[in-house]
């Protein structure tokens, strides 16, 4: 019994999460994402269009290819079982238990009016009109 405990345990730490921070940023190895963790992540708030925008203007770490992260990709990084304000995992050191803006829109009955977001509360993703102010953290693909 052991030692199937211990194969069990081996063989899911090969798919485990793994997150490391690295300055303004954090590496994401599992999913060849690099997230942006700074000052910016807590103080600048700003509607959907200029999320957008402000990722894709984003020079970080020598890399100017950033993005506002989409509803999938955000996925990685919640951690719905993590105890504390915010349920983004822990090795972030700039978070707000707030709402951070999302790249996706939501076209059902609105015509593009309203864009998803994430409240690091409870790590859900919602949508709301796309001109309210919310956080922002960008992303970028490293494959």
Same mark, same amino acid.
């Given at each position: 019994?052991?030692?199937?405990?211990?194969?069990? *345990?081996?063989?899911?730490?090969?798919? /485990?999460?793994? &997150?490391? !921070? @690295?300055?303004?940023?954090? *590496?994401?190895?599992?999913?060849?994402?690099?997230?942006?963790?700074?000052?910016?992540?807590?103080?600048?708030?700003?509607?959907?269009?200029? /999320? *957008?925008?402000?990722?894709?203007? &984003?020079?970080? /770490?020598?890399?100017?290819?950033?993005?506002?992260?989409?509803?999938?990709?955000?996925?990685?990084?919640?951690?719905?079982?993590?105890?504390?304000?915010? !349920?983004?995992?822990?090795?972030?050191?700039?978070?707000?238990?707030?709402?951070?803006?999302?790249?996706?829109?939501?076209?059902?009955?609105?015509?593009?009016?309203?864009?998803?977001? *994430?409240?690091?509360?409870?790590?859900?993703?919602?949508?709301? @009109?796309?001109?309210? !102010?919310?956080?922002?953290?960008?992303?970028?693909?490293?494959?």
């Amino acid at each position: 019994m052991k030692i199937i405990t211990i194969l069990l *345990i081996s063989f899911l730490s090969l798919f /485990a999460l793994k &997150l490391t !921070k @690295n300055g303004s940023y954090v *590496i994401d190895d599992t999913n060849k994402l690099m997230w942006q963790d700074d000052k910016d992540n807590i103080y600048l708030r700003m509607v959907q269009d200029k /999320a *957008i925008k402000y990722c894709e203007k &984003l020079q970080l /770490a020598n890399f100017n290819d950033w993005h506002l992260p989409t509803v999938n990709e955000n996925e990685h990084i919640v951690d719905k079982n993590r105890r504390g304000k915010t !349920k983004i995992n822990k090795v972030f050191r700039y978070r707000m238990p707030d709402d951070y803006w999302l790249q996706d829109r939501t076209w059902v009955r609105n015509f593009g009016l309203y864009g998803y977001y *994430i409240n690091l509360t409870d790590g859900n993703s919602y949508y709301q @009109n796309r001109t309210y !102010k919310m956080f922002v953290r960008c992303v970028r693909d490293m494959k």
